[in-house]
Nanobody
C-alpha cells in the first residue's frame, strides 16, 4: 500500500523547535518531489516548503530562515526542521509526494497537484 505518514508533531513553547518527518511506505521517495503544507483551523491550506528529487529547496516567506527541509534516502523520508516557532505556526502539517525528476519543486508546490498526501500531524505552539 502506497502511503505517506507524518510524525513529530506536538506541543511546543514559542521559540522552540520541532522536527517533522514524512515517511513513505510502498514506494521510494528518492525520485519524488515533496511538498509540506499546513492548515490552521478556519483557514485554507497553506504551502510552506518543498524539495525536489535533486534536493533543490524552496520556502515560503512565512517560514524562510526558520524552517529547513532535507531528505534521508536511507530512511525513505523527508524531514522538516522547524525552529523559532511562533503561535501562528500552529496547524496540522501535511506532506505530499509527486513522482518526477523536477529540477525545481515550486511549480508542483503552487499547483498542489501531488500523487499522494499524508494524514497530517498536529503542531501546537503555545505557552
Amino acid at each position: 500500500q502506497v502511503q505517506l505518514v507524518e510524525s513529530g508533531g506536538g506541543l511546543v513553547q514559542p521559540g522552540g523547535s520541532l522536527r517533522l518527518s514524512c515517511a513513505a511506505s510502498g514506494f521510494s521517495l528518492e525520485s519524488y518531489t515533496i511538498g509540506w503544507f499546513r492548515q490552521a483551523p478556519g483557514k485554507e491550506r497553506e504551502r510552506i516548503s518543498c524539495i525536489s528529487s535533486g534536493r533543490a529547496t524552496y520556502f515560503e516567506d512565512s517560514v524562510k530562515g526558520r524552517f529547513s527541509i532535507s531528505r534521508d534516502n536511507a530512511k525513505n523520508s523527508v524531514d522538516l526542521q522547524m525552529n523559532s516557532l511562533k503561535p501562528e505556526d500552529t496547524a496540522v502539517y501535511y506532506c505530499a509526494a509527486k513522482k518526477g525528476p523536477y529540477l525545481s519543486c515550486t511549480s508542483v508546490l503552487r499547483s498542489q497537484k501531488y500523487d499522494t498526501w499524508g494524514q497530517g500531524t498536529q503542531v501546537t505552539v503555545s505557552s
